[in-house]
């Protein structure tokens, strides 16, 4: 369920590096001032917290900690809290490894190298019920078959940059600050994304790059 923000927010940062987990736990600081963050080291440890804590919201769960063996800690954690958003962290940015977090049902996928603000922009786009997708993923797709991608190819300019920087995580308001646009600039400029591309809602519109593997 999304989480308004500055509602309480209940966090899980499961990562080998205490500073990883400090770093996570005061990024969600910002975004409300109601947190209560449980810290794990290793994947048996985080998947004790989430079987014992009713109330999280948010879970952070490091790639490669002790326990993971790949992907499979992400499916165990999936398959025990599968009403938790789980973003995976990695300091390997590969856009395949990104790709297959995703699917195996991540809600998002945080390379370590990625500046504090953009850490905070795909928190907030994921507890808000959206889904990060790192810009690398729709770089490195390969490009769908043309009758694919004539919704992209419809868009203005203008309206490129604004979806850019909407499967980013920004809201309209940091898109509105990043273009030099007012925010009801942005928000017309997002109403005519959603009608070319035929979809409702920015969800539904980082859906569709997640899938059609736009690389514009």
Sequence with gaps: MPVAEG???????????DLIRDM???????LSSDVRVHHAGTLPQALEVA???NSLTLILLDLRMPGMNGLTGLRLMRETRPDVPVIVMSGDADAEIARMALQAGAAGFIPKTM???AMLN????VLSGGRYIPEQVIQDSNSPPRDQVA????????ELDVLRHLVKGFSNKEIGRELELSE????LRLRSVYRKLGVRNRGQAIRLVLRQGWDG
Excluded: K, N, Y
């Design 7 to 17: 509602a309480a927010i209940e966090l899980l940062v499961a990562d080998d590096h």
């Design 24 to 30: 996570f736990a005061q990024l969600v600081g910002d």
């Design 51 to 53: 079987r014992a804590s």
């Design 115 to 117: 500046r504090a603000a």
């Design 122 to 125: 795909a928190l907030r786009l």
């Design 151 to 158: 919704g992209f190819e419809a868009l203005i300019p203008r």
């Design 184 to 187: 009801v600039t942005v928000g």
